[in-house]
């Protein structure tokens, strides 16, 4: 499965792309990255929140069992509206893995489930990926 | 003592009233949580059944985080002994609400 972000809804605002290391050591920086653009929108703070968790959870549910030379790459589509964005992210891992939904700790489905609208985490011929979005509710998103 | 994990996370040691103080500075993830783990590995071969999270300066935490916090608890409660959580942030507070862990261990204010 490949991630066509041509045909994703919310592709009217910017689309940023981070490729990081697939180690845990680099979530803070796809959290940094998520946190930023959220306050570039205007998200309040709990949606900020909200969405470092989101992208700590999701990312880190792909890098399992990632091989030292692997990569992360993560795309980010805020929508133009500001009220809501998409978060895509892909780890390579050579070999791949069996294609289906990834089985998450009950924890950290919990948590996924807490901070976004709706989110995928599933593996496939190239490795893992993930989506999810995030719908902020309420006049200004910021407020 | 202060031991760190680069610039992300730092945990200070100390005590109070009898109890082993640990407190964290900055972000309990997957690349953290080991430390984490490891305090607490030291702790239950010392004497003090207690053991307080100090989280007032934990600026993230993830469910990696949560995983280590609830390993703590029973392993201190195997020993005797609990743990308590001191001064969660807002953010910290509203996970451990949400994944019920506010009714099984002993939180702080």
Known sequence: MTLDIDDTEVLTGAVIRLVIPADARFLRIARLTAAAIASDLGFSLDAIEDLRIAVDE???????????????????????????IAVEGTCTNEGGSASGPIPMHPV??????LTTTSHAVWSHDEGRSFRFD?????PGAGT | MTETAGPLLTVATSEDGGALVLALTGELDPHTAPILDEHVRRALEGPSPTVVLDLVDLTFIDSSGLRSVIAAHKALVERGGHLVLRSPGPTT?????????????????
């Not at chain 1, 950290?108 to 489930?113: F, G, I, K, N, S």
């Open chain 1, 134 to 138: 995030k719908v902020v509710e309420g």
């Open chain 2, 93 to 109: 507070r509203r996970l451990l609400d949400v994944t019920g862990l506010t009714d099984q261990l002993e939180v702080e204010a």
């Open chain 1, 108 to 113: 950290a489905a919990e948590l996924l489930d």
């Open chain 1, 58 to 84: 999701a990312c880190a549910a792909v890098i399992t069992d990632a091989s030292p030379e692997s990569e992360l790459s993560l795309v980010y589509l805020p929508a133009i509206d500001g009220r809501s």
